[in-house]
């Protein structure tokens, strides 16, 4: 599965922004997909994950309630829609693909990276 993330850019405190990422293969639908960021100097970090059936989805505290994550198997999408923005949302946000066969759900591994979309919060 080869990934590529795209929608980043430069939004104000409190506005929105909808990330997308691009999945080749025609196995899209069997994994699950998630987003993760790295902000400058810090570790990447979990976002959100949506299942390959799109029945469940997970999220970090630090975004519940702002984000939502979606997918379409039928475009291979993936989307991360992020409202209520704030300044510590500013980093490179990466999606992913993996798979929970050797541990339960929301636990993946995640197996393909894409390339990472900026995303920057002005105050």
């Known amino acids: 599965v080869q990934l590529q993330a795209s929608g980043g850019g430069l939004v104000q405190a409190g506005g929105s922004l909808r990330l997308s990422c691009a999945a080749s293969?025609?196995?899209?639908?069997?994994?699950?997909m998630g987003w993760f960021r790295q902000a400058p100097g810090k570790e990447r970090e979990f976002v959100a994950a949506?299942?390959?059936?799109?029945?469940?989805?997970y999220y970090s505290d630090s975004v519940k309630g702002r984000f939502i994550v979606s997918r379409d198997n039928a475009k291979n999408m993936v989307l991360l829609q992020m409202n209520s923005l704030k300044p510590e949302d500013t980093a490179v946000y990466y999606c992913?693909?993996?798979?929970?066969?050797?541990?339960?759900?929301?636990?993946?591994?995640?197996?393909?990276w894409g390339q990472g979309t900026l995303v920057t919060v002005s105050s």
């Open positions: 293969g025609r196995t899209f639908s069997r994994y699950n």
């Open positions: 992913a693909a993996g798979n929970s066969r050797s541990r339960p759900w929301p636990k993946v591994d995640w197996a393909y």
């Open positions: 949506i299942r390959w059936d799109v029945v469940s989805t």
